[in-house]
């Protein structure tokens, strides 16, 4: 079956504006995650979706930072006036469900930012 | 907070050789597991080989192997028969079995593989 999907692979925009990330789980994953890889870095937690639960935001670096998921399936991830220490790769991985770490999490190619 | 290192930002090794990349971690956790991810120039993260800190025997998958030292936190990759496809960053990963089970992941390390 298809793996993960992100859109648009690449996104180049002007300082302050706003800028949406999508993407597409595998189909029947519960679990969806949102990372940011910065030039150099590893990737660090941004957000989690599980099921209809509340998201767990603890990742998100600042209030420009916001992610939804429509449906319980696909999500899009927005930044609101975008900063140049923004430019990154933003990844999304999905997973079937939480029970003690069994199922593992597979990785979208992701999108990458660049903040002019 | 649990932190993953590796120190080793590049390495290389010759075709057909055998290459170590280390990874320590910290955690006050028992219950966890570990990956090693390896991520091609097409950005798409793969998964190698994971192990889980409850499993004392280290994991293997074909030419990749893990040297797991719980006490120590250590969980290092030793890839055999390196091949040009192995070329790619790899990266280190901690998950706990609890909360929103998030991967942490290391800042990785550069493989060349040299002809």
């Known amino acids: 079956g298809a793996g993960v999907s992100q859109s648009p692979s690449n996104k180049v925009t002007e300082k302050g504006k706003d800028v949406e990330l999508r993407c597409d789980p595998i189909s029947g994953h519960t679990a969806l995650y949102w990372y940011r890889q910065s030039l150099g870095q590893g990737l660090e937690f941004l957000i989690y979706?599980?099921?209809?639960?509340?998201?767990?935001k603890s990742g998100l670096p600042s209030d420009r930072f916001s992610a939804e998921r429509t449906g319980g399936s696909v999500s899009t991830l927005t930044i609101q006036r975008t900063q140049q220490e923004d430019s990154a790769v933003y990844l999304c991985a999905s997973s079937l469900a939480l029970m003690r770490g069994r199922y593992e999490q597979y990785f979208g190619p992701g999108t990458r930012l660049t903040v002019t | 907070a649990q932190t993953v290192t590796q120190s080793q930002p590049e390495m290389s090794v010759q075709e057909a050789e055998t290459v170590t990349l280390s990874c320590t971690y910290d955690t006050s956790e028992s219950d966890y597991y570990l990956f090693w991810y390896k991520q091609p120039p097409s950005r798409q993260m793969i998964l190698v080989i994971r192990?889980?800190?409850?499993?004392?025997q280290n994991a293997t998958e074909n030419r990749f192997s893990v040297n797991f030292q719980k006490a120590a936190k250590s969980f290092s990759l030793k890839i055999s028969d390196s091949q040009l496809g192995d070329a790619a960053m790899y990266f280190c990963?901690?998950?706990?079995?609890?909360?929103?089970?998030?991967?942490?992941f290391g800042t990785g390390t550069r493989l060349t593989i040299i002809p």
């Open positions: 192990q889980e800190a409850y499993k004392q």
């Open positions: 979706f599980q099921g209809n639960s509340a998201p767990d």
């Open positions: 990963a901690y998950r706990s079995n609890f909360g929103n089970e998030k991967l942490t």
